[in-house]
């Protein structure tokens, strides 16, 4: 603020200081260096027509590969190329721009646009983790603001006042921080296998031989231990475990040897109380479902506010020019007539009095003439900042800008009733779709959270194999009892495993009461509380609509008698003007007496250009406030998506 002050009132620009940029965050790729204005224009005339650039667009991994699933995936680099269409709009070293420029220019290389693209792959891959049951980390669908300039006094920054209850549903401030989401917890659906294998070697002195025979005892153990086990989404889980392992001794006393066991387990339970169902184990896919819906509503939100932050931007530049136009000759004016009066002085015509005013003037109106070419410079500024990924290219930087629009098209809501206005709005702002989506996650929450009273119930079966087998022991010492009937091999050990030789079964239920169950049910409750709180907020976002239309209505009933007031004010002092100069014609006025006229005239031509700003700024914000920003201006929310514009 300090540095826009110092410019307006000491007129003076440092070329360095506009050369100057903060330093970029480290990336984990590189980013492309933009080219500069010049080098644009000389590829366009080589290749003899503009190349359609490509739009955004990233796409979630996936493989047919199995071992894709445990490498890294990456983003493509940011591209920090503006568009080819701001080169064509340059001629003579001067930025031509129309109003429909601006627009097309803003969405595809304004960046708070293009930071909220990112959102949407985001929002993507939440759905993506939810599916295999984990918990949906929201997308941050605030509208993004990083550009300067622009918005008038009845416009909130946001673009879209009504996002507050959409925003918390998408989980912007973390689900934690709330009972959003909470409930019974849900197990990974992706299944999981565990595999051990190991060789061990154990000697160990022993001081009673009784046992194994041997004062020292040798035991060589080949163990191989592997699990399957996998959760579903009605909260069944599933688990087959195999054990197996080929042991040698040195004991007398063992019949066998080598040893061979093979043990399976196969395990199956299910939840039929707490955890127990679909609505329970896929809240976080519903959730991280209906974000994807607010965050596509959010880019809306978005393109809307942006959208209508350079179209602000847009009008504050065209009464910036008119105004330096204004003073420009003003100062002419006024130049001219010292000019005059110093010749009349030197005719002894009049006093040198006279000429001290006339110079006094002219040091006045040149001090509003640089005001006005640093207001016109910082707004040349902000809307070159506002159209483009970069403006690090110096020729871009101190390149002049053209508006070529110096009046906006009639606007058909500024006639429309206010009940007609507020039932538009009701129907295409996107805040008012994000709040009803709100609501829909705060009801599904809960729902699905009273299943967290309930006792833990799960009923449970698993079938068990066994199977022993192995050679004789050739060091038995047990006389008639080192026989055996097992199998020898590994293989009529494997096969007694699976033939039903020596089963187990078992089935049974595993009860767990949380007694008081306090922590649940204080959850409970606050969600309801939640709940009630989310009903206020919404009523309260369609209050705030219909006051928000209804002061847009105001302000640009209020604009447009300004600029009736403003337009008679510069007639009555261009007559003023005209008959003044006829009267010192004459000699019934001096020629400091036009030069006051004339002096009330730049002040009356400025003041209407400023009121004609605020009253294309005026209905700029009631196209805002009904949500027709994007459908007046004829924009695509496809092409604003991708950033390449191709229908306007």
Excluded at 340 to 360: H, N, T, Y
Aim: with cysteine; glycine share 6%.
């Amino acid at each position: 603020m300090r540095r826009v002050v110092t410019m307006m009132f000491c007129g003076w620009f440092a070329a360095s200081a506009l050369a100057q940029q903060s330093a970029a965050p480290d990336a984990p790729g590189p980013v492309n260096t933009p080219p500069t204005i010049a080098q644009q224009a000389q590829q366009a005339q080589v290749q003899g027509q503009a190349v359609m650039p490509q739009g955004f667009h990233v796409e979630l991994p996936h493989s047919h590969n199995p071992f894709s699933a445990y490498r890294s995936s990456n983003v493509a680099p940011l591209n920090l190329s503006n568009s080819p269409r701001l080169q064509q709009l340059v001629h003579s070293g001067k930025l031509y721009l129309s109003l429909r420029d601006v627009i097309a220019l803003a969405l595809e290389n304004n960046l708070d646009l293009a930071y909220f693209r990112y959102n949407m792959p985001i929002a993507e891959t939440d759905l993506a983790r939810t599916k295999a049951g984990g918990i949906a980390y929201g997308v941050n669908t605030n509208v993004q603001q990083g550009t300067a300039g622009g918005f008038g006094s009845t416009q909130t920054p946001s673009g879209a006042s009504g996002t507050s209850s959409g925003t918390n549903a998408a989980g912007a401030g973390g689900i934690v921080t709330s009972t959003l989401g909470a409930g019974t917890f849900v197990n990974p659906f992706d299944p999981q296998l565990y595999v051990q294998g190991f060789n061990d070697h154990t000697t160990q002195q022993l001081v009673n031989t009784v046992q194994f025979g041997v004062p020292l005892y040798r035991q060589n153990t080949t163990e191989l231990l592997s699990e399957y086990s996998q959760y579903f989404p009605l909260g069944t889980h599933v688990a087959v475990d195999y054990t197996g392992y080929r042991q040698t001794t040195n004991s007398q006393f063992n019949i066998l040897n080598p040893n061979l066991y093979s043990n399976l387990l196969f395990y199956v339970s299910q939840p039929v109380l707490a955890g127990f169902g679909l609505a329970t184990n896929e809240r976080y896919i519903h959730i991280a479902k209906k974000n994807i819906q607010l965050t596509n509503l959010g880019f809306k939100a978005q393109a809307i506010a942006t959208i209508t932050q350079v179209e602000d931007i847009y009008w504050d530049l065209v009464s910036a020019y008119e105004n330096e136009q204004v003073m420009e000759r003003s100062l002419e004016f006024a130049n001219k007539t010292l000019d005059d009066d110093r010749k009349q002085l030197e005719l002894k015509a009049i006093p040198a009095m006279q000429v001290m005013k006339d110079e006094s003037d002219v040091a006045t109106r040149e001090g509003d003439l640089t005001v006005a070419k640093a207001t016109l410079k910082l707004n040349e500024l902000l809307i070159k900042n506002a159209l483009t990924k970069t403006i690090d290219d110096p020729q871009l930087e101190d390149m002049p800008v053209i508006p070529l629009d110096r009046m906006g098209a009639p606007d058909e809501n500024a006639t429309k009733p206010i009940e007609a206005l507020i039932a538009t709005a009701e129907k295409n702002r996107p805040d008012v779709a994000m709040d009803e989506i709100a609501m829909q996650v705060a009801q599904i929450s809960l729902r699905t959270i009273k299943n967290e009273l309930l006792p833990s119930l799960r009923l449970y079966g698993e079938y068990v194999g066994n199977s022993n087998g192995g050679s004789l022991n050739p060091a038995c010492s047990l006389g008639t009892g080192c026989v055996s009937n097992l199998p020898t091999g590994l293989g009529g050990t494997l096969q007694n495993t699976f033939n039903y030789t020596a089963p187990e079964y078992q089935a049974g239920f595993k009860l767990n009461i949380t007694l008081r169950n306090r922590i649940a049910k204080a959850d409970q409750f606050r969600s309801v509380l939640e709940y009630r709180q989310s009903e206020l907020t919404f009523e309260q976002q369609k209050k705030s609509i219909r006051f928000d239309v209804r002061n847009s209505q105001f302000a640009l009933q209020q604009a447009e008698a300004h600029v009736d007031a403003a337009r008679k004010a510069r007639d009555l002092a261009q007559k003023t003007f005209d008959i003044t100069r006829q009267e010192q014609q004459l000699g019934a006025k001096s020629s400091y007496d036009t030069l006051s006229a004339q002096h009330d005239l730049a002040v009356a031509e400025s003041a209407l250009s400023a009121a004609q700003a605020a009253y294309e700024k005026a209905k700029i914000d009631i196209d805002r406030a009904v949500g027709d920003t994007l459908e007046h201006n004829g924009i695509s929310i496809d092409d604003a998506k991708s950033g390449v514009v191709t229908h306007m």
